[in-house]
């Protein structure tokens, strides 16, 4: 069964940092583009970060820019993202997601940025 | 950036009756191989967005019949044909064209009248 299973999300201090994770399995991680996407509460879906399946290229949002990094790591079939100097509009259900048209979703993990 | 404006935002709908939503996208959606890169995505209640439709028209697997994609160039429209409790939620569409940034629509939320 193809499954993308995020982690990390937790509550943090306006400034601060996090690392998201997304552990895939069921298929071969390393030949897909992997995307993060949020969704703000009650609101709709934002992308925010896409990275090539060797790990070369790296796209972001531009709030992003600057701030969040995406990475891999193959051998592990990983996703990661590293957030800093978050604010209260970094608050979002992250979603890892295979492929840029977006086939695979995982459930999502909860970022709470607040004092 | 594309933008991707559907219509309406919020869609009551009898059971049993069909459904359609609009999409328009701001650049025409269409890759040199002759596609049509636009793809549908269904949000229920506390879930996870799926994708429902690729390239317009195309069901996922697991897909009901009853959802049906069309369109091309800029315009596009997701129809349901007989709406059920399960198909309540909120869809968007997405440009598969012209990323970074990949765009959203900003949903339309079905619910039962």
């Known amino acids: 069964e193809v499954q993308l299973v995020e982690s990390g999300g937790d509550l943090v201090q306006p400034g601060g940092s996090l690392r998201l994770s997304c552990a895939a399995s069921g298929f071969t991680f390393s030949v897909y583009w992997m995307d993060w996407v949020r969704q703000a509460p009650g609101k709709g879906l934002e992308w925010v970060a896409s990275?090539?399946?060797?790990?070369?290229?790296?796209y972001y949002v531009d709030s992003a820019k600057g701030r969040f990094t995406i990475y891999r790591d193959n051998a592990k079939n990983s996703l990661f993202l590293q957030m800093n100097s978050l604010t209260a509009d970094d608050t979002a259900i992250y979603y890892c997601v295979r492929s840029l048209n977006m086939d695979v979703w995982g459930k999502g993990t909860t970022v709470t940025v607040s004092s | 950036d594309v933008v991707m404006t559907q219509s309406p935002l919020s869609l009551p709908v009898t059971l049993g009756q069909p459904a359609s939503i609009s999409c328009r996208s701001s650049?025409?959606?269409?890759?040199?191989?002759?596609?049509?890169?636009l793809n549908w995505f269904q949000q229920r209640p506390g879930q996870s967005p799926r994708r429902l439709i690729y390239k317009v028209s195309n069901r996922d697997s697991g897909v009901p019949d009853r959802f049906s994609g069309s369109g091309s160039g800029t315009d596009f429209t997701l129809k349901i044909s007989r709406v059920e409790v399960e198909d309540v939620g909120v869809y968007y569409c997405?440009?598969?064209?012209?990323?970074?940034?990949?765009?959203f629509g900003q949903g339309t939320k079905v619910e039962i009248k």
């Open positions: 997405m440009a598969g064209l012209y990323w970074p940034p990949q765009t």
């Open positions: 650049r025409s959606l269409v890759y040199s191989d002759g596609n049509s890169y």
């Open positions: 990275i090539k399946p060797d790990g070369s290229e790296e």
